[in-house]
């Protein structure tokens, strides 16, 4: 049981958008910057989005954060088959002095 | 650039000890927390702890605290993760990594496979 909550599946058409929500409480989103990843299948997670909205450099704009309250989303516009991989929400917890993470999303691209 | 380079595949019998290690370059060593990551087989992403390589202070996640011990040693920039008592539901991909939580400053090991069977 992961202490933020992601959907496990999302999925679009190319070209479309696609959204995941990641919830979580004031120890953790509501109180500190939320991170995204992007994990394709064999490699290690890549931040997608830092700091809730900021993306690093060589990360597509069509990628998108946003934070509100206890809960955070990453958007994903002009959907590509390359888009195809699992996405976690990460986070800074004080109750527990670590980090905490979604459970995952896989996004499909039909 | 900074790299982080974790030992290689371990095989190990239920009740065993396991010790992985994480060789950290291109940064300064004392800086950043080191964490561990573990992903079961399918599964997503579990934090189990932190080193702060600055000071030696740990900090283990409650499922894991008990079994767990994260180490560090500053003349090598190497941190180690063991884990005792280990049972199947410890297979898993066992990453170390760096972050700072308001930049872009963000690194992972290439995994290390953790695989617990009799």
């Known amino acids: 049981q992961s202490v933020l909550t992601q959907p496990p599946s999302a999925s679009g058409t190319p070209g479309r958008r696609v959204t995941i929500s990641c919830s979580g409480s004031t120890s953790n989103i509501g109180f500190n910057y939320v991170n995204w990843y992007q994990q394709l299948p064999g490699t290690a997670p890549k931040l997608l989005i830092y700091r809730n909205d900021q993306r690093p450099s060589g990360v597509p704009d069509r990628f998108s954060g946003s934070k509100s309250g206890t809960s955070a989303s990453l958007a994903i516009s002009g959907l590509r088959s390359e888009d195809e991989a699992d996405y976690y929400c990460?986070?800074?917890?004080?109750?527990?002095?670590?980090?905490?993470f979604g459970g995952g999303t896989k996004v499909t691209v039909l | 650039q900074v790299h982080l380079v974790q030992s290689g595949a371990e095989v190990k019998k239920p009740g065993a000890s396991v010790k992985v290690s994480c060789k950290a370059s291109?940064?300064?060593?004392?800086?950043?927390?080191i964490h561990w990551v573990r992903q079961a087989p399918g599964q997503g992403l579990e934090w189990m702890g932190w080193i702060n390589t600055g000071n030696g202070e740990t900090k283990y996640s409650q499922r894991l605290q008990g079994r767990l011990t994260i180490t560090s040693d500053t003349s090598a920039s190497t941190a180690n993760v063991e884990v005792s008592g280990l049972r199947s539901e410890d297979t898993a991909v066992f990453y170390c990594?760096?972050?700072?939580?308001?930049?872009?400053?963000?690194?992972w090991g290439q995994g290390t496979q953790v695989t617990v069977s009799s």
């Open positions: 291109g940064y300064t060593f004392t800086r950043y927390l």
């Open positions: 990460a986070a800074w917890d004080e109750s527990v002095s670590g980090r905490v």
């Open positions: 990594m760096i972050h700072s939580s308001s930049s872009p400053f963000d690194h």
